[in-house]
């Protein structure tokens, strides 16, 4: 029997539209400009945490188009183009995401701010987020640098501790051990997601601030430590609401930060991603001080409407064999 029916009624649909009236609000208040950019792209993230949807044999082109995973490469062109602050609320897809947190379809929230440092960036992301969830919001709000994190809850250091330290942090056992291997970064995500993020209160906002190098990702890194990033993210309880960063604007660092993520690809045996050539040919225009975040509607509602569960936010949650 087919399933027609929506995944949730009016008043979820009633609680997102009011939230989405509170962020524009927002938005509105700090002068920002909503923009809309194409889901369909020739070119894809090459980040190898996200995997894109890929469209083959299309009749309006010879090579294969992918459905972003966010706006992020066309806002930043809108930024080098001359745009003033920007915000964006799209829909985005992201291939092998699917669960009580994750849908390969759900709604992004993307904005930039120019001339932002990282704790300006920051305090901008936790005004949305209370602006968004009004009185659902936390109250308190914990700052933590990645590194002391780490440190203070495991005793490991995140950028110089052994493999070997990190694997018995995470009590891996030896099938664990193989299936990691010595990619250091998988070891702190996991130790992130599972010893660390579990400990956060979902009374409060927690901020990680300056992840490593090796995570910067599209950060800058830290003028003032190489080691780590610009680059931040904000929890509720283990559950991840934002992830920002102060942008890195040289582009002969990203063209080899791509590279480097497409060896990465590689050695992982994924498929490489075509460079985007029109961001990189943005950042050699010239991308202005900026600061970004990407932030996930479901996942506000999700708080704010109290269910641990995307599906419970959404009109019609993803079904693969619908």
């Known amino acids: 029997m087919t399933h027609w029916q929506p995944t949730s009624g009016p008043q979820t649909a009633a609680s997102r539209a009011d939230m989405l009236r509170r962020i524009r609000a927002h938005f509105d208040k700090a002068a920002m400009l909503e923009v809309d950019t194409p889901a369909l792209s020739p070119f894809a993230v090459s980040d190898t945490q996200i ?4 469209i083959c044999g299309s009749a309006v082109s010879s090579r294969p188009l992918y459905l972003h995973t966010s706006p992020e490469f066309c806002l930043k062109r809108l930024l080098a183009a001359g745009y003033p602050d920007i915000f964006s609320i799209c829909r985005v897809f992201r291939d092998g995401e699917s669960g009580k947190q994750h849908q390969p379809e759900f709604t992004l929230i993307e904005w930039y701010r120019l001339d932002f440092s990282l704790q300006a960036i920051i305090d901008d992301t936790v005004a949305v987020i209370r602006a968004a969830l009004a009185a659902a919001a936390p109250s308190a709000l914990q700052l933590h640098d990645y590194r002391a994190l780490f440190i203070d809850a495991l005793g490991v250091d995140p950028l ?26 998988d070891w702190l995500d996991l130790l992130l997601a599972t010893r660390i993020a579990p400990s956060f209160s979902t009374e409060t906002l927690t901020v990680v601030r300056h992840y490593p190098a090796s995570q910067a990702a599209l950060a800058r890194l830290c003028p003032a430590d190489s080691q780590v990033a610009d680059r931040f993210e904000i929890f509720s309880g283990p559950v991840e609401l934002a992830n920002g960063y102060v942008e890195l604007t040289d582009a002969r660092e990203q063209r080899q930060r791509i590279e480097a993520d497409n060896a990465n ?27 970004g975040v990407a932030m996930g509607l479901e996942r506000l509602q999700m708080l704010h409407d109290k269910t641990d569960d995307i599906r419970n936010v959404i009109t019609f949650a993803f079904e693969a064999d619908a």
């Open 51 to 54: 995997e894109s949807l890929e």
């Open 160 to 185: 110089d501790a052994s493999i070997a330290a990190l694997a018995d942090a995470a009590n891996a056992d030896g099938t664990l051990r193989a299936a990691i291997g010595n990619a250091r970064d």
């Open 265 to 291: 690809r590689r050695l992982r045996q994924r498929r490489e991603r075509p460079v985007d050539s029109a961001l990189l040919a943005a950042l050699e225009h010239g991308l202005p001080a900026c600061a």
